[in-house]
């Protein structure tokens, strides 16, 4: 006879001891000796074959932790869609490779309504953790507000930390929650648990001399030693691109390889803001804006005056003239208003 596979092997082992022990009857029911020999080596395959029941190792074997394999949410999900379809947790555990015991997919299909509620409040299906974090209603308002964003079709809006540190303080006020500080920390995490990444759109950073700059820096305090402080002011200018987008923004994490820019963020309308602060930082001297237009449109007509002082210029630069005008007629008030010093 010819044996196929280890199960018939086994049934007629079985089937030639108990026709050694009772040739009579193995005679007289050879259909059902046969037939029970073989249920017999399905039976005894079957045992050796699925893994010992006997107690899950220890935390810790010798000194090597045993490892642990977390489960995101949307395996989580798939288990209590399965469960639903009337699988068994045999079945399950089969799907899922047999990495997690029993215990941990009954606890799942217990914890389904809180489950299914962090899957429609929008958590992150990669993700593991389902920690709730430190100002929960603001935010899931601040989620939904980025949702909404994101379903109007304005993906070409880039929503920076900026932007969502100002609507979640917004939030935050409008619920009452006065110990909200919008810190980086609360947006990073906000962004793990809801799988949003920030991507850079557009735009390369320098470096500074940094060498060079220590040197002056000696050489300017070598000059001052023996000022007062309080009298001692700093003044430079930035452009401000009054019309760019941000080049930052968050994305769900799925589209972080396809997010891009708009030309919105290389607009070039640009105005010059000068700044000034004392060293000591309790005086800081008005903003001053530069603009090529005389006249801008925007700050004509009653209750429409520029809300910094103005100066045109016809590049928008801080030239002599500009730079003397500011000297005149901001700095020199803003300092005599605070010291009695000569100026």
Request: net charge positive; hydrophobic share 45%.
């Amino acid at each position: 006879m010819t044996l196929s596979n280890a199960i018939d092997a086994a049934a007629a082992a079985a089937e030639a001891v108990l026709a050694d022990h009772s040739q009579a009857l193995a005679a007289e029911h050879a259909e059902n000796v046969r037939a029970a020999a073989r249920a017999a080596a399905v039976t005894a395959n079957a045992v050796l074959a699925s893994p010992s029941a006997s107690r899950a190792p220890a935390r810790r074997i010798g000194n090597a932790r045993r490892r642990r394999t977390p489960m995101t949410l949307e395996t989580k999900l798939r288990v209590i869609g399965w469960h639903a379809a009337g699988r068994t947790i045999d079945y399950i555990s089969r799907q899922l490779d047999n990495l997690y015991d029993r215990s941990g997919l009954f606890k799942i299909i217990k914890q389904k309504d809180s489950l299914l509620s962090r899957a429609a409040e929008g958590a992150a299906g990669g993700r593991a953790s389902s920690r709730a974090g430190q100002y929960p209603q603001v935010a899931k308002a601040l989620l939904e507000w980025f949702l909404s964003v994101r379903a109007r079709g304005r993906k070409r809006v880039p929503l920076s930390l900026a932007i969502l540190r100002q609507k979640a303080l917004q939030v935050a006020e409008h619920l009452g929650i006065t110990d909200f500080t919008a810190s980086t920390g609360f947006f990073q995490r906000w962004a793990s648990r809801h799988g949003l990444v920030n991507v850079a759109l557009h735009g390369s950073g320098a470096s500074a001399n940094v060498e060079e700059a220590a040197e002056l820096m000696a050489a300017i305090r070598q000059q001052l030693d023996g000022v007062d402080v309080d009298l001692i002011y700093d003044v430079d200018e930035t452009g401000l691109l009054y019309r760019g987008l941000p080049s930052r923004s968050y994305v769900p994490s799925e589209d972080r390889r396809t997010a891009r820019g708009s030309k919105a963020m290389k607009s070039k309308d640009r105005v010059t803001l000068t700044l000034c602060c004392n060293a000591t930082g309790t005086h800081k001297v008005p903003v001053t804006m530069i603009g090529k237009a005389a006249q801008p449109m925007c700050f004509q007509g009653e209750g429409n005056a520029s809300p910094l002082p103005y100066f045109s210029q016809k590049s928008a630069w801080t030239d002599a003239s500009v730079f003397k005008r500011w000297f005149e007629e901001v700095f020199v008030p803003a300092v005599q208003a605070r010291t009695a010093h000569h100026v």
